[in-house]
Structures are given as structure tokens and as C-alpha cells.
């Protein structure tokens, strides 16, 4: 079971830290991603995890903004989010693929078997 928190309503240029929490499964155990989704839009990939490596990967329109992170002592997700626009309004949710995948079909929803319940981020202009 992964629990996502720490959504909110922040102004432009702002920053949230989402966390992901995972219980009866480790996240080191796991390529973890974080997934979002507007009204009216497809759920989009925004940043994984590799569980060995720790590699990480990320849409291009939030790299150098966005921080995916890993806890394995408080088995967390985390992800940091900086310099907010107001394109950046979803609901956000975190994911656990237990598969053993290449980095690139770390991106699509359906490389994921657990999903979290999902938190709203609100950046206004």
C-alpha cells in the first residue's frame, strides 16, 4: 500500500515536498515513480527511481525543478518540488513496479502495479 502527502496550494515560484509512503512493501524493494494528472488530461510520468541504483529519470519539462528522493530507513518517496508554475496544477501520485524493467518503460502508468491515492498540488499565477 503507498499513502502520497504534502499536497497544498502554493503561490508561483513556490515549493512542496511529496512524500510517498509504502507499507507491506519496501521501496528499495521497487522502482518507485511519480505520476500526475490534470482535469481532463491523461495521467503523465513525472520522475522514477531505480531501486538498486538509484538512477533517476525525469519528464523534460520539470528536470532541474523537480527532485525524485528515496528513504529506506523510513521506507519514503519523496519529491521535491521547486520553482512551481501554475501548469504544474494535478493530482499527484506516487507508484511501486515490482518489474523488472529498462528505464524508459519506467515511464508509462502501465509499468506500475501500486499506486497511491493521490494529493493535490494548486500553484497559483
Known amino acids: 500500500q503507498l499513502q502520497a502527502f504534502g499536497g497544498g496550494l502554493v503561490q508561483a515560484g513556490g515549493s512542496l515536498r511529496l512524500s510517498c509512503e509504502a507499507s507491506g512493501r519496501t521501496v528499495s524493494r521497487s522502482d518507485m515513480g511519480w505520476f500526475r494528472q490534470a482535469p481532463g488530461k491523461e495521467r503523465e510520468f513525472i520522475a522514477t527511481i531505480r531501486r538498486a541504483s538509484g538512477s533517476t529519470g525525469y519528464l523534460d519539462s520539470v528536470k532541474g525543478r523537480f527532485s525524485i528522493s528515496r528513504d529506506n530507513a523510513k521506507n519514503t518517496v519523496y519529491l521535491q518540488m521547486n520553482s512551481l508554475k501554475p501548469e504544474d496544477t494535478a493530482v499527484y501520485f506516487c507508484?511501486?513496479?515490482?518489474?523488472?524493467?529498462?528505464?524508459?518503460?519506467?515511464?508509462?502508468?502501465?509499468?506500475?502495479?501500486?499506486w497511491g491515492q493521490g494529493t493535490q498540488v494548486t500553484v497559483s499565477s
Open positions: 507508484a511501486a513496479s515490482s518489474r523488472r524493467l529498462i528505464m524508459s518503460r519506467l515511464r508509462a502508468v502501465s509499468a506500475y502495479d501500486y
